[in-house]
């Protein structure tokens, strides 16, 4: 609470402060920089009431009272309307008095869109400071996004506003053409799909994770594929129910299990019966070198049978499914074909 008070405290005096600024600055734009003494004191007495003006309006609007995060579009919104109200009062105050203050009528006008810009720019480098205090330390592993969207937007954020984070994020990947531009908190689109072991190689990725909302079971199948290839760990997203539940952490991305590749939920099995029809038998499993055929192979491996046989024509895919089965990748047994 006490934090929360002196952070309130910090942003009214600097806002108080980009006021003043603002109206002496205006005045000595206004008087083309030939200002005399006795002139600076309305000029101050003016800035300093539309400062006092504002903090009290922006109080009551809910500027320092906890209500809007520091930088946010909503407490952007609200300064600017603050700003836009003190403007109007001032101004209208100024042309009704009759007090002869010696202040120029135009002051306010010239002096308030400097203090908002004041105000926002402050703001604006705060949020900049403390985005860039919360990103991974760079010795984290660098990752490739797949998926420019909001599911992309959300694993973005979800890792690189955690210093704590195991991963960062160093390259989006999207196959749609009017996204090639895009820039999602400081990371950019830097190709296709098609790309992806060059992007690998160039930004020295060790993580491929998938960002798509709703993955068909072909293209997790594809992108899982083509990251065990280049030797890349392959995450995606939590399920989109767990997303509306609320915000995810790194913990939260996962692997890319069997039952995301196959399209639909596991299945209860008898392993006794399992068991009997593969222990000792001579097993043939093609394709043994994609994921599918890797976890088949993985999973049959553990029921002793007489010999297993795998089968692909991708020897890269191969060499991992022996290394996680046998603990090794030399593909020279005649089990390997």
């Known amino acids: 609470m006490r934090h929360a008070r002196i952070e309130s405290l910090n942003r009214a005096a600097s806002d108080a402060a980009c006021w003043v600024l603002s109206l002496l600055l205006a005045s000595l734009l206004r008087f083309e920089f030939e200002i005399t003494a006795p002139s600076w004191w309305p000029t101050l007495m003016l800035a300093v009431f539309t400062a006092i003006a504002f903090i009290c309006l922006g109080y009551a609007l809910g500027l320092y009272r906890g209500k809007y995060d520091y930088g946010s579009f909503q407490e952007t ?18 042309l009704t008095a009759n007090i002869q203050t010696g202040i120029p009528r135009s002051l306010i006008v010239i002096g308030a869109p400097i203090a908002a810009l004041l105000m926002l720019g402050t703001r604006y480098v705060y949020r900049i400071v403390v985005e860039r205090a919360r990103h991974p330390q760079h010795e984290a592993t660098p990752a490739l996004v797949v998926g420019a ?12 506003h955690d210093p704590k984070s195991p991963i960062r994020v160093v390259g989006l990947i999207d196959d749609d053409p009017t996204k090639r531009k895009l820039i999602l908190h400081g990371i950019a689109v830097l190709g296709d799909s098609t790309q992806i072991s060059d992007l690998a190689k160039v930004t020295g990725a060790k993580v491929l994770i998938i960002a ?80 599918i055929g890797a976890e088949l192979s ?34 020279d047994s005649d089990e390997i074909v």
Request: glycine share 10%; aromatic share 2%.
């Open 77 to 94: 919104r609200t300064v600017m309307v603050t700003a836009v109200l003190i403007t109007v009062g001032t101004s209208v105050l100024l």
């Open 149 to 160: 969207g909001p599911a992309g937007e959300i694993a973005i954020r979800t890792v690189m």
């Open 212 to 291: 798509v909302a709703e993955p068909s079971p072909e293209l997790l199948h594809k992108l899982t594929d083509c990251g065990e290839r280049l030797g890349l760990r392959v995450l995606r997203l939590p399920t989109i129910q767990r997303l509306m539940e609320g915000p995810i952490e790194v913990n939260d991305l996962r692997k890319v299990s069997i039952e995301d590749l196959m399209g639909r939920k596991s299945i209860d099995t008898d392993i006794d019966t399992i068991a009997g029809f593969l222990t000792g038998k001579r097993v043939l499993v093609t394709g043994a070198g994609g994921s």
């Open 298 to 331: 993985r999973q049959i491996s553990e029921f002793s049978p007489a010999e297993l046989i795998m089968l692909d024509h991708d020897e890269t895919g191969l060499q991992s499914a022996q290394l996680d089965i046998s603990g090794h990748g030399l593909l």
